[in-house]
């Protein structure tokens, strides 16, 4: 369905690209930069970004650019120059809000759903969960990396999505770190320090071959939707974490 509407576009070394609908121009032309096209470097060739002639950074394929002035309906806000030849795909506006329209819903019904299985959500209305599922950011960490760490100031709220993490203590200085359990998905933690300016009190290590998704909600957000459950608020305290865990 996207093919239909995407074009295929050719860049020539050193030409100016995604600022006009003539994408191979003439290197010492000058355009506004008034084309509101998304383009991506597909599967070759690289870009120089630049603001007001000053070099900002190099893209190479994959990357995207132009999407805010889709979104935003505004001029560019830097210019794109190939500096090899390359080869894009360029989205028009209307049909990338249309797909990002899309995928946002899809995005909002899985989130939504996944709430739903989570003891401590399944039974708000499913407006609130909805509202939940438009904040939430998901996060992806390797197997070892530390989700949080003993000691450190929390503003985050986490709900496993996907994968396994591990829970430890610290006990003392020279001591090792004594294991609590294991946590998976539906599973959630970071709670307490959401409540005011508590200090984490255990790590939340990754510990899944596979690595670990979180679905993480910041402390406004908590505070705005989910401070007023009970549920978390008295029977999920990171304090308490080891009753949790049994």
């Known amino acids: 369905m996207i093919c239909c509407v995407i074009s295929h576009v050719d860049c020539i070394y050193f030409s100016y690209i995604c600022i006009i609908s003539v994408i191979n121009c003439n290197f010492y032309n000058v355009y506004r930069l008034t084309i509101m096209y998304l383009c991506i470097v597909f599967s070759e060739g690289r870009v120089e970004v630049s603001r007001e002639n000053k070099y900002l950074s190099t893209m190479t394929s994959g990357k995207v ?42 995005r909002q019904t899985e989130y939504t759903d996944f709430l739903k299985s989570v003891p401590i959500f399944k039974d708000l209305p499913e407006e609130t969960l909805i509202k939940i599922s438009d904040v939430l950011e998901e ?43 294991t946590l998976q998905k539906g599973d959630f933690f970071g709670e307490k320090a959401l409540q005011g300016d508590d200090l984490r009190t255990a790590n939340i290590i990754a510990c899944d071959p596979d690595g670990v998704s979180c679905l993480v909600i910041d402390r406004e957000t908590f505070n705005q939707l989910i401070a007023g459950l009970d549920e978390i608020r008295t029977r999920y305290k990171d304090d308490d974490v080891s009753e949790r865990m049994r």
């Open 65 to 106: 650019f132009g999407e805010l002035a889709i979104l935003y309906n505004c001029k560019r806000t830097a210019t794109i120059k190939a500096a090899t030849d390359c080869k894009l795909w360029a989205i028009e506006r209307q049909c990338f809000q249309t797909i990002m329209m899309r995928t946002g819903l899809i």
């Open 139 to 181: 996060t992806f960490y390797n197997a070892g990396d530390y989700i949080i760490r003993q000691g450190a100031r929390g503003d985050t709220f986490f709900i496993i999505n996907k994968g396994k993490v591990k829970v430890t203590i610290k006990q003392s200085n020279n001591a090792e770190d004594k294991y609590i359990r």
